[in-house]
């Protein structure tokens, strides 16, 4: 029970009924070695091959670039690969792991943790009736109200679609009935003379049967990897021990991440760098976008902090400065 100091309204409350907010281990940076669609695995050993021997050098690049550190301070940092099983499922995990594993081992490169996408989409299978991570996600978006915004278009919830800066108005009446309508152009909330603007589409389908887009999933990811994701106070996507010799036949057997060097640092870090194909760079644009726009738990804002503060490692105060992309040309 908790009550209150002599001069001030006393309340009680129970404080077993406070969730807990769990702690987790946090690496310095995740470093994220590529995502590849199942079409690109299908190419065959010699994509993969190529994939890792372009991502070596500026994987080495971003090791090399971490800090600064304190003086004594070794950086801790973990590698990952995304694998998109939600879109598509051409192979298995026990046809596809292994031959990643090699061609990434070839080229001078571990990967600590696997992930599958389904994961980001998915109830954590570690916490049974819990909800999908993507929706608990989407229910934390807090949309920021471009100046001169009226509130009339419905919410993103309900929209599926996500802006950072005001859209064209809806025009509705017809030019005949209203001569002095005139069109105006979208414009970013924080634009620096000119606006880059971006409309997200978030989900497709019903609430009932919905698909999530690869932006929405890729934001998921990346604040799983920020170690910023909760449910109920509890982590979530934690990752499972993997014998990197026997992955199962099917996707659904797979934990969502899976741990394959035993001595890794944690999976969760204080910030990201993903290597990615160009082709990424829209969709990591709209993952900033979401990012920007995403309320969290300020204890778990709060955790982070502290640790990294304790460390003499300070972190950025917007969760999207904690995230970082290398485009390597040819990838």
């Keep these: 029970m908790k009550g209150s100091l002599p001069g001030e309204e006393t309340s009680f409350h129970e404080t077993s009924a406070e969730p807990h907010t769990a702690s987790v281990p946090f690496s310095h940076l995740s470093l994220e070695l590529g995502h590849l669609y199942m079409e690109d695995f299908a190419e065959g050993p010699d994509r993969l091959r190529r994939h890792f021997a372009a991502v070596r050098p500026w994987a080495d690049a971003v090791r090399a670039g971490l800090g600064p550190l304190p003086e004594g301070r070794r950086p801790r940092i973990s590698t990952c690969f995304l694998v998109d099983d939600y879109f598509s499922r051409l192979a298995t995990p026990a046809e596809l792991a292994p031959p990643l594993l090699a061609a990434a081992r070839e080229a001078g490169l571990t990967i600590d943790y696997l992930a599958r996408e389904s994961g980001c989409a998915a109830p954590d299978p570690a916490h049974p009736g819990s909800a999908p991570l993507a929706e608990s996600v989407l229910h934390r978006l807090v949309e920021s109200p471009p100046p001169g915004s009226t509130g009339y278009r419905p919410p993103v919830g309900r929209t599926g679609w996500l802006t950072n800066g005001r859209r064209t ?163």
């Design 169 to 331: 108005p809806s025009r509705r009446t017809s030019a005949a009935l209203d001569a002095s309508d005139v069109w105006q152009p979208p414009s970013e909330t924080l634009a620096r003379g000119h606006s880059v603007f971006m409309d997200v589409e978030l989900f497709s389908g019903t609430e009932e049967d919905r698909t999530w887009s690869c932006a929405f999933l890729a934001s998921v990811w990346q604040l799983a990897r920020l170690g910023l994701l909760r449910d109920n106070g509890r982590a979530v996507l934690t990752p499972v021990a993997q014998d990197p010799g026997g992955f199962p036949a099917d996707w659904d057997a797979l934990p969502p991440v899976v741990q394959l060097t035993p001595d890794a640092a944690p999976f969760t870090a204080y910030g990201t760098c993903s290597v990615l194909p160009g082709r990424f760079l829209p969709v990591e644009h709209a993952v900033r976008v979401v990012l920007d726009q995403v309320q969290l738990e300020p204890d778990v804002l709060e955790q982070a902090a502290r640790r990294s503060a304790a460390e003499g490692y300070p972190l950025p105060a917007g969760v999207v400065e904690r995230t970082s992309y290398v485009f390597p040309p040819g990838l």
